[in-house]
């Protein structure tokens, strides 16, 4: 991730892209080499070097320490998905961003394919019935993804982009039931359920189920299936396939202008230009809540119910990357 948007952001004539720090120098190394900067030690002395903006794009279990500097510097700070691998962290630094008033963005790119605002124009005046995700997926070439304590396991990891597409086509899930088959991917160490399903209640009466998996050795499908009254749509970062009265019909997408859209909503905040940020700290930790839910009924085999929550409050150049 820290390699995808140090492309994107060196690409924009109004970003320097001035320092990266890694617990893996060698990372770091190979990133400024590519697209300049230099590398620093640790957080605090890439702090010290005054940057604009910093990116934080550390694995699940590493969230945590480097919000904290960042916002006790009080730097805008867009920070990679998932935001932590627990919820307790999570909280946290939602906490203390809404008391800091920082600038913040979270990494759900699909917020930013054209093809949903067609879905939203859509469902407008015909409220979802039903609602199906999926991530049918491989397992990553990270050793640290196959556990569950580093990853939070595909649900949590993966399927949150589904997910956080399910809260804003669908409204916000109440109650969820998830089955995990107990049986892990075949990597060493592993102990993540390779499949795991769910069944969603939503705050409108609508229901929804959601499929994530890491048995294949290709990404199979991920997306989104919604069922209105006379309308059906489905929903992938390749595009939105729609069927009604008149017939089907497909809308393609752009996935990569959606990357990049992300980005530059961002910097547009931080300079003060713009304000499309869509997924602030406190918004992608009600999809964090609702990807832990399905994981923890999953392991545990009971109903979780959530809390409807409530509003999120929150939401330049030489922008460092935290690779």
């Given amino acids: 991730m820290a390699q995808r948007h140090a492309r994107v952001l060196s690409g ?80 946290r630094i939602a906490d203390l961003v809404a008391r800091s008033g920082l600038r913040t963005a979270v990494g759900h790119h699909w917020r930013y394919l054209g093809v949903l605002d067609q879905a939203r124009d859509l469902l407008a005046d015909r409220p979802v019935r039903m609602i199906s995700g999926a991530w049918l997926d491989k397992v990553p070439p990270v ?49 993540i359920d390779s499949v795991t399903t769910a069944a969603l209640r939503f705050a409108d009466g609508a229901v929804g189920t959601l499929s994530a998996a890491c048995v294949l050795g290709w990404k199979h499908r991920a997306g989104l299936e919604i069922l209105a009254d006379g309308l059906a749509l489905s929903l992938t970062e390749d595009g939105l396939t729609i069927r009604d009265a008149d017939g089907e019909r497909h809308v393609p997408a752009d996935p990569e202008a959606a990357r990049i859209a992300v980005d530059r909503a961002f910097v547009d905040a931080v300079r003060g230009i713009g304000d499309d940020v869509r997924v602030p700290y406190a918004e992608a930790l009600a999809t964090q809540r609702l990807a832990l839910a399905v994981a923890d009924s999953a392991r545990t085999g009971t109903t979780v119910r959530l809390a409807t929550p409530t509003a999120p409050a929150a939401i330049s150049t030489g922008v460092t990357v935290d690779a």
Wanted: hydrophobic share 45%; proline share 9%.
């Fill in 143 to 191: 050793a640290w993804w196959s556990r569950r304590d580093r990853s939070g396991g595909p649900v949590v990891e993966q399927a949150a982009h589904v997910l956080d597409l399910i809260r804003v086509l669908a409204g916000e899930v109440t109650e969820v039931t998830a089955y995990g088959n107990g049986t892990p991917p075949p990597v060493d160490g592993a102990d």
């Fill in 12 to 91: 924009f004539d109004d970003v320097e892209l001035i320092g990266v720090t890694d617990v893996a120098p060698e990372a770091a190394s190979a990133l400024t080499a590519q697209h300049g900067g230099q590398v620093y030690r640790d957080v605090t002395e890439l702090l010290a070097a005054a940057p604009d903006a910093v990116y934080v794009c550390v694995p699940p279990f590493a969230h945590g320490p480097t919000e904290e500097a960042v916002i006790e510097a009080g730097v805008p700070m867009f920070v990679e998905k998932p935001v932590a691998v627990d919820l307790g962290t999570a909280e």
